[in-house]
């Protein structure tokens, strides 16, 4: 059982239509969040999810348009495409947000959430340090984050937290680790392809990907509707 690991779509149809036709075979989407906010194809991205096998959690962007989380721990940017998103979703697409957890156990064998598994909606894990302080909730052998945006890997042992940096990994079976697939809609790695891991449970490996796809096509549709400059300019360069 092979799961397309994928975070942060941001509305970005584009991106994921590439990562779902590049992909190798696989059994089930896991995904961490966010698939609305800053790109204009909300609709769109989550009709193509419910298409799969699916597990996935509640992200920022996701709670901010069904009004779960208050705008004001937004930018003016991120706020202005909350407020397109809230428009334009579907009532079907509403429920689909609303049903999802913040947190999510599959199989007692990993754990999905979006932000941190302490504070599952705010805090970014993007250092060891922020590792350090969830070890307590690091109960399952694989944790699954996203937010961030920039692919990582976190090794835990009894006693030390590392970083991997690696495009494939065999996972020892007596640790512990956080998987970042990165950002599909909208990397900050400084790479603008499409960024997203596969990982098999049972042989232990994970494996990321990166694939390009037409930024231009996404920039010139999110230029009609009005959005700001620096949101389709920040996808060319992947920041
Ligand atoms: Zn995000």
Redesign the pocket.
Known sequence: MTSLLIA?I?SNLVALESVLESAPPFDCIVFAG?VV?YGPRPNECINRLRGYALYAVL?N?DAAVIGKKDLRWFGSSSRQIIQFSRDVISSRNEQFLEGLPEKLTIEDQLMLVHGSPRSPLSEYIRSRQEVVENLNYLQLPVTVV??T?VPAVYEVSKDAVEERKKSRLDMNPDLRYIVNPG?VG?PRDGDPRASYALLDPESKKVVFKRVAYDVQRVQQEMRNLGFPNFLRRRLSRGV
Do not use: A, I, N, P
Request: glycine share 28%.
């Open positions: 942060d941001h966010d906010g992200g962007h996203g937010h945006h950002s909208q």
